[in-house]
């Protein structure tokens, strides 16, 4: 029991419900009126979602462990910890992959073509001896790529105009890119340690970590963009701007307090928390224009 309760732990349940939200706006922009046959989609590409990155969390946590040892922010996690075996992890991340591979081919087909590219993706970025992690740049491609393919996952599901589709999920494309800043700029003691060079190693994780500033503030610029061109509804910029303040104040608050592991670790579970807020207010938001 107590080992079904550590695999449980090593989910990363708050990173998959703000994931979600990518998906969740998607539907909610383009679906038709809930009934039975709508609300059974709903609920079945949520929880093939859920179990996509279920699988893309845990296999990167199975990929990085020589390097997560190296990170003090991540001794208690159940892996590092030892309350789980390093075979379990890949053994649970190959089971949910499994389930999500299930529930899009039997919710539609063409969802494989992205969710097996997710999962590629996902696979040679931590594989050791692949590690594309250790690539300049090519983190932020995938995660640009990743994150557009999480809005597209939820917009197809009701939609075929992917042209759309893609203008919309540019914009969590560019949040993608953002967050991979951050988080290689929060890891870069232990990954320099591990002798990976990351972008933030090769490049600095103040520098890192500024540029990270800067893609958020291109994120809203771009949304601003697509509500005034009537892409998505106008009146969701108005939650953008009106927390962009709160997102300065933390990044400068950690900037001036010094960029170290721990700091920036604090700051990414505010970061993700006000854009978990964001994703909220856009999902109420849009509840009531329907």
């Known amino acids: 029991m107590k080992k079904l309760i550590y695999l449980v732990r090593s989910i990363r349940w708050f990173e998959i419900a703000v994931r979600t939200g990518a998906p969740l706006i998607a539907i909610l922009i ?43 922010s991540k001794a208690k996690t159940p892996l590092l910890a030892g309350h789980i075996a390093h075979q379990e992890l890949l053994i649970l991340a190959i ?3 499994a389930i999500s591979i299930i529930m899009y081919s039997l919710l539609d087909i063409k969802f494989l073509f992205i969710v097996v590219f997710d999962m590629t993706m996902g ?8 590690l594309l992690k250790n690539v300049p740049i090519v983190s932020f491609v995938i995660l640009f790529v990743v994150s557009i393919n999480d809005f597209l996952l939820g917009w197809l599901v ?22 991979q800043h951050f988080h290689e700029a929060g890891d870069h003691d232990s990954d320099k ?13 103040k520098n890192i970590f500024i540029i990270g500033f800067i893609f958020y503030t291109l994120s809203l610029v771009y ?8 892409v998505v ?46 994703g909220l207010c856009f999902i109420i938001l849009l509840l009531f224009g329907k």
């Open 30 to 72: 383009v679906s038709p009126a809930f009934n039975l046959s709508t609300g059974t989609g709903i609920i079945q590409s949520f929880i093939a979602f859920f179990f996509l990155w279920a699988h893309g969390y845990t296999f990167n946590e199975w990929g990085g462990y020589n390097f997560d040892k190296n990170d003090v």
């Open 193 to 205: 340690k591990a002798n990976v060079k990351t972008n933030a190693v090769r490049f600095g994780k």
């Open 223 to 230: 949304f601003v963009i697509l509500t005034l061109t009537g």
């Open 123 to 130: 696979y040679i970025y931590v594989y050791p001896k692949i």
């Open 233 to 278: 509804p106008r009146y969701l910029y108005i939650i953008l701007v009106v927390t962009y303040p709160i997102y300065i104040a933390i990044f400068y608050s950690c900037l001036t307090s010094g960029i170290d592991t721990l700091n920036v670790h604090h700051f990414v579970r505010k970061y993700r928390l006000l854009y978990g807020i964001i």
């Open 95 to 97: 089971v949910f992959a």
């Open 158 to 179: 009701f939609s075929p105009d992917i042209s759309r589709g893609l203008l919309i999920g540019i914009y969590f494309g560019i949040l993608g890119i953002t967050g």
